[in-house]
């Protein structure tokens, strides 16, 4: 702790966050000062800012290393997470626009949270200090709160943005009540401190610390709605406005995989190697709960929300690996994850319509046959959350298993494989409304695609496809920033 | 870029143009497709002729595609892959051709998917890489998915997500199994693992090498099918549209047999060898089993489909009797079903696109019609109950003479499915062709066309050219099947094969 003056390649470590805190900040002036509703326009902004943040991201990777008295690392790690929830927050915020033109609520806030809320979660995945991350935690699950209730005559979105704070709340409490345990039991909130201390065999086997790691994990555990805290998700997803649900699905879960991960193996890693049993039992319940409650819903959004806790098990499973790899693994499978789920909820949020009338599985009816390139698109997704070889969800499935079999989980793989092959039943549904049975009603008035929507959609497509047809660039990217030294 | 990368890549580039062409130019695209898979298969004749018996795999590529773990881009051919290959890329313009006026919807989508079934396919059979041969595996499995869900009968939605479900859940085990092995020899090279087991360096402990193997044999044994686990095959079979039930029957359950052939035997010989038995117990309740259910069909295209399970049998039966005969006749047997099961399902296609029915009881006097039919149907028929001379008889007597040498009874047992075949077939023949035709099939029922005997020559001329050629086939065959059963052999028969150089050395 040198000098408490960031120095500039200080700022440049946290230029994405700074960028984009200061876009979400102009974008409400500029409505309150105008007056005017020019919602289009600040998309184009928030789009242009997150496309900065993009490049922000890659230049403060080029200049890796600790800001701001060692607060901030700013890694391949961070990088990587800061890359994914970025391409999330561009993908979402593109097809945002005309949703909520049709909803008649496109407005400068809901642009502004989106840029808080990934400000969020980029400090979230570059954070190297407890209480850093907890404000990072809290910036980017406030405004998701909002968010989930950004359309405030719907009764549904009300629902869901209460049952999200109330429980979401409580999870942070847990997780703060974690980090004071974990200060108390190592007396520093840095992650590269507590690793210093928990060395030692004594702290490391001081109660305190085993209840600090619980309740950082029951937090952490909320977020990314692992069972068993995955009860808010359903619900959630179902009452807020679909490119919420997308942008919920992705980010927040990604940056808090990226918090759990980095407080797991770094900070806490001398201790947490006793802990795979917790860890694998809620891989397992995750993946069980998610897949078997997908086959029962009528509702495409309850589905997808189904289908997100249950990626959430597979991503568990490679942080039950508990080893560098298990972490590439976990990374890749994200980055992966979050283009297909945000393109299958494009598909959706393009699909509902005003009121969002069409959100049954059965109203895709012979989407093929009207749309076919977006029934073509969103095949696309689903085969890759399936896991259909030559989409990212295929290498993600398998890196992940890859992982846990290297460290010798080998019923966790069997059982996370064959949930796999339950899971293809509920996405093969979709698929078959769409190309098995003619034309319904639903599909008859549907208008193609306006060009921001087809951008995200094919943008997606891009990258699922990408990861998996060519996944190394990623996958080593990965495998180096796994190894999180701090 | 050797000739087997063009032949693997040219349906590839055929599906993606047909992607890009304009819906409504039926025609075209029909024309464009059968030229990619009538190209497609000039080129594999390439292979056939360029094949030369010798070292172990021909027109190897090997390019790396993934870096870390390492992936590669590894194929290659051998006796055992080189006539599956051209199987498919035989069977594909034959398919596109059945399907000229049949397919009358959604034909871009129909055409596309086919060319994406024949390159998943044809990859499969020469993948040398086990990642590579999963990648394939399962990108055959969507097309095929499509075209029985969108263009089948009337249950084909059940039938599409069943043949999906069943297969994934084979699969799945399968590549658990793959990367424990990886995990364990650190590559996916088949070759590599193979030199890595000759040199001692990839001995399994037993329940290990059980549970391997049942991994990998559990995903065969489902898609080959064995039996009990052929409940999908009648649905699948029966619900998909005339070239999706060659495709199925004729090759993709050749992908079981080629898996069990290619990776179970030589990778895990203890552990096949333990399995054996009751291996060849469920080959033949499958045999006898599959041939009373086709006895008693009165739908033709679900008996044609319980042939298979019959007929699947004998392969799996002269596989796992560990002799060279016994798998000689199985590979044999396997294009043999090929061929004349596919011819099969398109004449039974050929009827059900006169009358639109399957049901025997509402034929009977096609002959009067349709005599050309008729006849291609009866060689088609007797090709498939075993008459020497054509070409199933030589793969079953090759089966049983193999089965008989390890154990007499279930080559007797084996061979009641011969005689039942010859029931089912005939009985099926005389009801639909012989006797007095009612006014039903005067009125629709009409002789072969032009295009109906392209598509059907070939496949009766290689049912004779198989039935009395053999030798041009089988060498190939043979010298593979040596090198895959002195692995299998590797680890158990030690003591039984340096007893007999012993032997000969007395005087």
Known sequence: ?486 | MNLLDAVLFLPLAGFLIVLLLPREREEALRRLALGFAAATFLLSLGLATGYRAGGQFAFVTDLPWIRSPQIRYHVGLDGLSLWLVLLTTLLTPIGILVSWRYISKRVKEFYALFLLLEFGLIGVFVALDLILFYVFWEVSLVPMYFLIGVWGHERRIYAAVKFFLFTMAGSVLMLAAIIYLYTYAGTFDYVELLRLQAAGNLAFRRTEGLLLFLGFFLAFAIKVPLFPLHTWLPDAHVEAPTAGSVMLASVMLKMGCYGLLRFCLPLFPQASRDCAPWIVALAIAGIIYGALVALVQPNMKKLVAYTSVSHLGFVVLGIFTFSPLGADGAVYQMINHGISTGALFILVGYLYERKHSLEIADYGGVATPAPNLATVFMITALASAGLPTLNNFVGEYLVLQGAAQVNFRWAVLAATGVILAAAYMLWLYQRVFFGPAPDAVRAHVYDLTRREWTAMLPLVALMVWLGVGSETFLPAIRQTNAWILERSRATTEIRVELRVPLQEVRP
């Open chain 1, 1 to 486: 702790m040198t000098s408490f003056i960031p120095s500039g390649v200080e700022l440049l470590r946290l230029l994405p966050e700074i960028l984009l805190v200061l876009a979400g900040t102009v974008v409400l002036v500029l409505e309150g000062v105008t007056g005017a509703r020019r919602g289009r326009e600040l998309g184009y902004l928030t789009l242009a800012t997150l496309l900065a943040a993009l490049a922000a991201a890659i230049a403060a990777y080029r200049q890796p290393g600790p800001a701001f008295s060692g607060l901030i690392a700013s890694d391949g790690f961070a990088a990587f997470f800061r890359v994914v929830v970025i391409a999330a927050a561009i993908l979402v915020t593109l097809f945002s626009g005309p949703y909520l033109r049709r909803e008649g609520a496109e407005r400068g806030e809901y642009y502004a949270l989106l840029l808080y809320s990934a400000a969020g979660q980029c400090l979230m995945a570059s954070a190297a200090e407890l209480i850093v991350l907890f404000i990072a935690l809290e910036i980017s699950s406030i405004a998701s709160y909002v968010l989930a209730g950004y359309l405030r005559a719907d009764r549904r979105a009300n629902e869901a943005a209460v049952k999200y704070f109330l429980l979401g709340s409580f999870a942070s409490a847990f997780l703060l009540y974690g980090i004071a345990l974990l200060y108390g039991a190592a007396g520093s909130t840095w992650l590269a401190e507590i690793r210093a201390v928990l060395r030692t065999p004594a702290a490391a086997s001081d109660s305190l610390v085993g209840t600090a790691a619980a309740l950082i994990f029951v937090g952490f555990a909320f977020k990314v709605s692992a069972a068993p805290f995955q009860i808010w998700a359903p619900d959630v997803y179902q009452g807020a406005p679909a490119p919420v649900a997308a942008f919920l699905s992705a980010g927040p879960k990604a940056a808090a995989f990226a918090g759990l991960l980095r407080v797991f193996m770094s900070g806490l890693e001398p201790v947490t190697a006793n802990w795979e049993g917790i860890v694998w039992v809620s891989a397992l319940a995750t993946m069980v709960i998610g897949n078997f409650a997908a086959l029962l819903q009528s509702n495409i959004k309850r589905l997808l929300a189904y289908s997100s806790i249950a990626h959430a098990g597979y991503v568990m499973v490679a942080v039950a690996a508990h080893s560098s790899v298990g972490t590439a693994a976990a990374m890749f499978y994200l980055a992966a994850y979050v283009f297909m789920n945000v393109g299958a909820f494009a598909v959706v949020s393009y699909f509902a319509r005003q009121g969002e009338r069409y959100v049954q599985v059965e109203d895709l009816t012979g989407l093929a046959w009207r749309q076919p390139t977006v029934a073509a698109l969103l095949s696309v997704f689903l085969l890759s959350l399936i896991g259909v070889p030559l989409t990212g969800g295929f290498f993600g499935k398998f890196y992940v298993f890859k992982a846990a079999l290297e460290a010798g989980l080998v019923w966790l793989t069997v059982l996370g494989l064959l949930n796999s092959a339950v899971a293809a039943y509920y996405y093969l549904r979709i698929l078959v409304v769409m190309y098995m049975r003619e034309p319904a009603e639903a599909t008859a008035e549907l208008r193609a695609p306006t060009g921001p929507v087809k951008a995200a959609l094919w943008a997606s497509a891009f990258g699922t496809l990408f990861l998996g047809i060519f996944p190394s660039a990623v996958l080593e990217f990965a495998t180096n920033a796994a190894a999180l030294k701090p």
